[in-house]
Structures are given as C-alpha cells and as structure tokens.
C-alpha cells in the first residue's frame, strides 16, 4: 500500500529553535521530495532525495532508505518559515505519480 | 518569469453547475497534473498528462474530466457528478531538467471551489 505518514501533525516553535518534521513511508521510493506550501496555497519544491543528505540554507533534509524514513531540519527557525511542510514520495511501481503525506503545519513565535 | 498560472484564486458555483478551473504553464514542460487537497488529507491526483493529446486518470478522477489539446493548457473541469467537488485544486508541471531547486517540477498556487 502506497501510505506516507508525517508527524507531527501542528508544531510551533520559539524563534531560534531547531525544527524537526519526519516522513515515513511504505515501500521502495524512487525519489522523496519535501514541499512547502504558504498560506495562500501555493506550493514551493525544497528538496528531491534518493538517499543521503542535502543542506540549502538553514534547511538539512535526511533520508534513510534502509528504515524508509526521511526528515526536515530547520535551523534556527524564524517567523517566515512558518508555512505547511509537506513530505510526497514517487514510489518505484507508479512512475511519476506522487503520494503525498497530509503535510505538518509549523508556526514559528517570535 | 516562466512558471504556472490558475486562475481564478477563489471559484464559487452552484451546485449542479459544471465549472473549468484553468491551469497554463510557459515552461515547455511534457507532463502536467491536477491535484485536489482537503483538511487532513494529503494531496491527491485527479489526472495528469505526459503528452499532449494524452491524458489518465488519477486515484480520484470520478466526477472531473481534462482535455489537453496544447502543451501549455490543462483545464479541468468538476462536473455535476461529483459529490463533494468543494475544495482546493493544485495544478503541477514537469520537465525535463530543473533550476532553483524545483527539481524539475512547478506548482501552481492553487484554485480554492467552493460549491454551494
């Protein structure tokens, strides 16, 4: 079955922290990739994973293929990144389609 | 700047009307997707198209239809038979190679229904 689970759900944090927001999957992806969608709706590419680590500013995302897990780092979080971050993954039997986790919902405090 | 246009940001209908939502892309891009997303549910895929001339259906596509007679347009429509046509509607594109860590695929910003 063609799940992607994300946790947690509504996170808010103080400015300065760091975030974590994790992504699990089913069966073998053959790329993952971490969206972010503003409030307005409109939604944002952050990242393609097949394996390792990629770093773009204060964002670090992480996949580990073995345990079918993935996550989002942000680093010293500030008030514009709070947004929807959404984990969607390409699973190796369906071709281009994505399968979208329900997506986490930071709020950063200042 | 190239990327995806929908309009119109915000649709209201009645029930029972059909309604178009628009997507135009002037990427070049082969492959275009309509998704639609509800609280507490990730996004879904409603149909997509590699080619032009060429479209499948995705999980949920009872109830829409898409034509894709240019490679920049993919218009979807909700029709009648669909049951809960409420929602919002992404459009996404792909090609064949990517900048600004869009890895090759663009979304649009989205066309919130609402259908009363």
């Known amino acids: 079955k063609n799940e992607v689970e994300q946790s947690p759900q509504n996170l808010t944090a103080q400015e300065g922290e760091f975030i974590t927001i994790n992504c699990s999957y089913s069966?073998?992806?053959?790329?993952l990739h971490w969206l972010q969608q503003h409030p307005g709706g409109g939604i944002v590419s952050l990242f393609m994973?097949?394996?390792g680590k990629k770093k773009h500013g204060r964002l670090i995302a992480t996949i580990n293929i073995q345990e079918k897990h993935s996550s989002l780092h942000i680093t010293a979080s500030h008030p514009r990144d709070s947004a929807v971050y959404i984990c969607?993954?390409?699973?190796?039997?369906?071709?281009?389609?994505?399968?979208f986790g329900t997506g986490t919902s930071l709020t950063v405090i200042p | 700047d190239g990327g995806i246009t929908q309009s119109p940001k915000y649709l209201f209908r009645k029930e029972g009307q059909n309604v178009t939502l628009s997507c135009e892309q002037n990427?070049?891009?082969?492959?275009m997707y309509w998704y639609r997303q509800d609280p507490g549910q990730g996004l879904r895929l409603i149909y997509y198209?590699?080619?032009?001339?060429?479209?499948q259906k995705g999980d949920i596509a009872e109830g829409y239809s898409v034509s894709r007679e240019k490679k920049e347009s993919f218009p979807l429509t909700v029709t009648s038979a669909q049951k809960n046509p409420t929602a919002f509607y992404l459009c996404?594109?792909?090609?064949?190679?990517?900048?600004?860590?869009?890895?090759?695929?663009?979304f649009g910003s989205g066309t919130r229904l609402t259908v009363v």
């Open positions: 996404a594109s792909k090609g064949s190679s990517y900048s600004n860590y869009n890895y090759g695929y663009t």
């Open positions: 069966v073998g992806i053959s790329a």
């Open positions: 994973l097949s394996s």
């Open positions: 969607a993954v390409r699973y190796m039997n369906t071709g281009n389609q994505f399968y």
């Open positions: 990427l070049n891009h082969d492959a």
């Open positions: 198209s590699q080619i032009v001339n060429d479209f």
